[in-house]
């Protein structure tokens, strides 16, 4: 069984920065396509980054493009999203997703199958 556990949210101000990790147990994590969506209160979840099994490919939606980094260590069974210039909106509960497939990129949440529990980013201004 496949389980995800992120971690490294927090307050931080405008401008500042964050790392926020994601760690996998169970499966064969080398395998798969991975994902970090957000989701502020009361609007649905939204596609942040995508990488692929190999750590080879990655895409990020337009509002992120240029200050947020996906990248993914095979040897430690984990994701993690370098956050940069933050700003108050993107203020949102941070999740990440093992996507079904091995297909590249993969921006829907219904590509995904497994989620962590999420962890908090609070941007202030």
């Known amino acids: 069984q496949v389980q995800l556990v992120e971690s490294g949210g927090g307050l931080v101000k405008f401008g500042g920065s964050l790392r926020l990790s994601c760690a996998v147990s169970g499966g064969t994590f080398n395998t798969y396509t991975m994902g970090w969506f957000r989701q502020a209160p009361g609007n649905e979840r939204e596609f942040v980054a995508t990488?692929?099994?190999?750590?080879?490919?990655?895409d990020y939606s337009d509002s992120v493009k240029g200050r947020f980094t996906i990248s993914k260590d095979n040897a430690k069974n984990t994701v993690y999203l370098q956050m940069n210039s933050l700003k108050p909106e993107d203020t949102a509960a941070y999740s990440c997703?093992?996507?079904?497939?091995?297909?590249?990129?993969?921006?829907?949440?219904?590509?995904?199958?497994?989620w962590g529990q999420g962890t908090q980013v609070t941007v202030s201004s």
């Open positions: 990488i692929s099994s190999t750590g080879g490919r990655t």
């Open positions: 997703g093992k996507s079904r497939s091995t297909w590249f990129p993969r921006r829907r949440p219904s590509d995904y199958d497994v």
